[in-house]
C-alpha cells in the first residue's frame, strides 16, 4: 500500500469558533487533487491542521497517514514520515540561511532513523542542494541567505518548492502556492512541482484561481465551502468553476449560520 | 546584663574600605602624585555620598540586598596567575593569525601585554592603566575620570575613582587608523572586589576598534565590580566598541560607561551582557558635536535568578545629531530584567533625531521584564522616538520549523537565536559572534 493521507469526517475549531465541519478527503501516493473554494471556506485550516499547527483544535475526526492516526503527533513527527506543506505565507527565520536550516531538516530525519547518524556529508549536500536549485532555476546564493528574509513573494514560493524538492516528501500540501506570483514566477513553480510528480508523489493543490491548474493539471477536483467538501469531481469541475465563479456553490450550499 | 545583638551587614551599609586602603593601593602602584591626590579626593566625595537607596529614581527598582559586602568587597589578592588560565576561546585573536593588541587581567593583574609593532609605529598607545598614567599623564590625566564618567556621579563612580585597581589605556592620534583590533579581556579567577577601568582616546579623524571581554571562574563567594568605561571620540572619528560580559553567577556588577562623542564622529558601541548575579549598569551617550552620531546596540539574556539593570540614556548635547539604540534581551526561569531608557536634548538643539527601542523575549511565566522608555527634549525641529516590546517566543516561526522535521527543542533556539541575529551581527568579528551564538545556546539550552 502506497503512503496516502486520509481524512474523516474533521472537524476544526480555532479560538472555539467551528472552521473545519466534517472534511472527508483522501490523497495518494502517485495522484493530484486540487483543492478549491472561496476565501473563507476553510482551505487554509485544512492545510494547517493536517501538519499539526497548534493554533487549530482538532474537535472530531481523524487524519490518517500511512496507517496511523497521525492527530496526536507534532509537526515534526509528521513532516518525517512524509508529509509536506509549501506555506502560503512562510515566516522569515533571521539567523539561519536556507542550506543550514535543509541540512538540519535532512539530519532530523537521518537521526530520527537512526540516532547514530553523523547526518549527510557537506559534499553529499552541496551536491543535492545544487541539482535542485537548478531544476528550479533558482541562483545559488539562495543557499546561502536567511530562510525568507527580504525573499520577494515568488522567490519565497521558489524556496517552498525548493525545500520540498530536498525533502522528498509522499505527500505535499500546497497552499494557495499560486497567491502573489506574476505568471513567471507561476510557470516557474509549477514546472518544478511537475518535475517532482511521479508514482511516489500525492499532491494537494489548494487555491482559490484555477489558473495554477493550468500548468499542474489535477486529477481530482474538489470544492470547499463553509467547512465542508461539497462537491467533488474531475478536471473538468474546476473549469467550470473558473466559467461560474463560485456564485452557484453559495447558492446550492448555503448554510444558515 | 546587657544584651548586644550583632547585626549582619547588609547592602545597604557602605563597603568597609578606608583612606588607608587608597593609599596603600597607590604605594603599591608607585602612582604619581596627582592621581594619588585625585584617588584620595575621591575618597572625600565617597565619604561624603549616600548609598544609594530606591529613593533615588534610577535605583528605586534595583535590589543588591543580598550582596554582601564583607565577602564580596575583599580586594582581590594578585597571585601570579598565567594568561593560560584564561578560557582559550578569549584568548585567540579576534581575527587573523595575529594579535592586534591584546591585554589581559586577570584579578586585576596584568598577565599579558601586547601591541603589534604595526600599531605602536602608528603611534597608538595601547598599555595598562597604571602604566599609562605614569608614562602618558599628558594623555591620560585630562582625560581619566574627568570628561565621561565622574567621581561625583554616585557612591559608586566615586569608589571607583577612589579605588579602581586595574584598567586599560588605548589612545589613537589624530588622523591615525588603527590597523589592527585592539582586545582587552578582564578575568577573575578569585572571588572578591575588583574595580577595572578602561580609557579609550581616539583623537580627531582617527579610527579604531576596540572589545572587551569581562568574565571570571566559577566561584564559591560573592565578588563585586565597580567598573567604569570612558569612551573619547574626537571631531570626525569613529570608534567600533564591544563590550562583552560574562561573569560568573556570584558576582555583583554596579558599572558606569559613558562616550562622548565629537562634531561629525561615529560611535558603534555593541554590549552584550550574558553573566553576573546582578548587573546595574549605567550606558550613557552623550553627543556632543554637531553631526555627531552613535550607534548603541544591547544584548542581554537573564536566566535562573539573574536580575540585569541597565540605564540607557542618549544626551544630544549638540544640532543635527542622531542616536540610535536598540536593546534586545531575553529573560527565562525566574530572571529579571529591567531597561530604563532616556533620550534628553539641551534647549534648542534642532534637527536632532533620536531612537531607543527594547525588545523582550519572555521565555517563562516566572520570568519578569521591564522596559520603561523616556524623552526629555527641549527642542521642536526633533525626531524622537522610542519602543518598548514584550513577547514569547513565537509559535508561527516554530511550527514552520518543525513542520520540516525540526524537533521542537531545536526549532524553538533557532527562533530565539534568531531574534538576536541582527545584533550578533554587529559585532565585526566572526569569530566573537560564534562564541556568543555558543553561549545564548547554551542559556536558552539550559535547564531543559
Not at chain 2, 91 to 119: C, K, M, W, Y
Not at chain 2, 197 to 218: M, R
Not at chain 2, 252 to 266: C, H, L, N
Request: proline fraction near 4%; charge should be negative.
Amino acid at each position: 500500500m502506497g503512503a496516502a493521507l486520509e481524512i474523516r469526517n474533521l472537524h476544526v475549531s480555532v479560538e472555539g469558533k467551528p472552521i473545519l465541519r466534517g472534511v472527508d478527503l483522501m490523497v495518494k501516493q502517485g495522484e493530484v487533487h486540487a483543492l478549491m473554494g472561496p476565501n473563507g471556506s476553510g482551505k487554509s485550516t485544512l492545510a494547517n491542521v493536517l501538519l499539526g499547527n497548534p493554533a487549530y483544535e482538532v474537535t472530531d475526526g481523524e487524519i490518517i497517514f500511512r496507517g496511523e492516526n497521525i492527530l496526536e503527533q507534532e509537526p515534526d513527527v509528521r513532516s518525517r514520515a512524509g508529509l509536506f506543506l509549501a506555506f502560503q505565507y512562510p515566516v522569515s527565520i533571521p539567523g539561519v540561511t536556507l542550506a543550514n536550516f535543509l541540512r538540519l531538516a535532512i539530519n532530523a530525519r537521518l537521526k530520527a532513523e537512526d540516532a547514530e547518524s553523523k547526518g549527510i556529508s557537506i559534499g553529499d549536500f552541496r551536491k543535492l542542494m545544487r541539482a535542485k536549485m537548478d531544476m528550479l532555476q533558482m541562483d545559488h546564493s539562495f543557499a546561502g541567505r536567511y530562510l525568507n528574509e527580504g525573499f520577494s513573494g515568488g522567490e519565497k514560493k521558489r524556496a517552498e518548492i525548493l525545500q520540498m524538492a530536498v525533502l522528498q516528501p509522499s505527500v505535499a500540501i500546497l497552499d494557495e502556492t499560486d497567491s502573489g506570483l506574476d505568471i513567471d514566477a507561476l510557470r516557474i513553480v509549477s514546472e518544478g512541482v511537475n518535475k517532482l510528480r511521479g508514482p511516489e508523489l500525492g499532491v494537494l493543490v489548494i487555491t482559490h484561481y484555477q489558473r495554477i491548474l493550468n500548468y499542474i493539471r489535477p486529477e481530482f477536483v474538489h470544492v470547499m465551502y463553509n467547512g465542508r467538501i461539497v462537491e467533488s469531481g474531475g478536471p473538468d469541475l474546476a473549469l467550470r468553476l473558473e466559467e461560474t465563479g463560485y456564485d452557484w456553490v453559495r447558492e446550492r450550499f448555503e448554510v444558515a449560520e | 546584663m546587657v544584651a548586644v545583638t550583632r547585626r549582619r551587614p547588609t547592602a545597604s551599609d557602605a563597603p568597609s574600605y578606608s583612606r588607608a586602603d587608597i593609599e596603600a593601593l597607590s604605594d603599591k602602584l608607585k602612582e604619581p602624585t596627582w592621581l594619588r591626590e585625585s584617588r584620595l579626593a575621591a575618597w572625600e566625595l565617597y565619604e561624603e555620598l549616600p548609598m544609594p537607596d530606591r529613593t533615588l529614581e534610577e535605583w528605586r527598582r534595583t535590589d543588591y540586598r543580598s550582596l554582601r559586602w564583607d565577602e564580596a568587597g575583599r580586594i582581590s589578592a594578585g597571585r601570579d596567575s598565567r594568561l593560560a588560565a584564561i578560557p582559550a576561546a578569549n584568548r585567540e585573536p579576534l581575527a587573523g593569525e595575529e594579535q592586534g593588541g591584546f591585554l589581559a587581567f586577570i584579578n586585576g593583574e596584568v598577565v599579558h601585554s601586547e601591541t603589534a609593532d604595526t600599531l605602536t609605529r602608528q603611534g597608538i598607545v595601547f598599555t595598562d592603566l597604571s602604566t599609562a598614567c605614569r608614562l602618558h599623564e599628558d594623555l591620560v590625566r585630562p582625560n581619566l575620570m574627568t570628561r565621561a564618567v565622574k567621581p561625583g556621579e554616585g557612591k559608586f563612580a566615586a569608589l571607583h575613582a577612589a579605588l579602581w585597581t586595574h584598567g586599560a589605556f588605548v589612545y589613537v592620534p589624530r588622523g591615525t587608523t588603527a590597523e589592527l583590533p585592539i582586545h582587552i579581556v578582564m578575568y577573575n579567577d578569585l572571588p572578591g572586589a575588583t574595580l577595572g577601568h578602561v580609557l579609550v582616546v581616539v583623537e580627531d579623524g582617527a579610527q579604531a576598534t576596540v572589545l572587551v571581554d569581562y568574565l571570571s571562574a566559577q566561584a564559591q563567594s560573592q565578588s563585586v565590580y565597580v567598573g567604569a568605561t570612558e569612551l573619547m571620540v574626537g571631531s570626525g572619528a569613529n570608534l567600533r566598541y564591544v563590550s562583552l560580559q560574562d561573569w560568573d553567577r556570584q558576582m555583583f556588577e554596579i558599572s558606569y560607561q559613558r562616550a562622548r562623542v565629537g562634531r561629525d564622529a561615529a560611535l558603534d558601541w555593541v554590549i552584550g551582557t550574558m553573566g553576573s548575579r546582578f548587573v546595574k549598569s549605567f550606558i550613557e551617550v552623550e553627543l556632543d558635536g554637531t553631526g555627531a552620531n552613535a550607534q548603541v546596540s544591547g544584548m542581554f539574556f537573564a536566566d535562573k535568578a539573574q536580575f540585569f539593570d541597565l540605564d540607557t540614556q542618549q544626551n544630544h548635547n549638540a544640532p543635527l545629531t542622531t542616536s540610535n539604540l536598540l536593546f534586545k534581551g531575553a529573560a527565562k526561569d525566574t530572571a529579571r530584567s529591567l531597561w530604563q531608557g532616556m533620550i534628553k536634548s539641551l534647549p534648542d538643539m534642532q534637527k536632532i533625531d533620536g531612537f531607543q527601542a527594547c525588545r523582550n523575549l519572555v521565555l517563562s511565566d516566572e520570568a519578569r521584564m521591564d522596559a520603561i522608555p523616556g524623552l526629555e527634549i527641549e527642542a521642536d525641529d526633533v525626531r524622537c522616538t522610542h519602543a518598548a516590546t514584550f513577547g514569547t517566543l513565537e509559535e508561527q516561526p516554530v511550527f514552520y520549523l518543525m513542520s520540516r522535521g525540526i524537533p521542537r527543542d531545536q526549532a524553538e533556539l533557532m527562533v530565539a537565536e534568531g531574534f538576536f541575529e541582527e545584533l550578533l551581527e554587529r559585532i565585526p568579528f566572526e569569530r566573537v559572534q560564534a562564541r556568543l551564538r555558543a553561549s545564548l545556546e547554551a542559556k536558552i539550552i539550559g535547564s531543559r
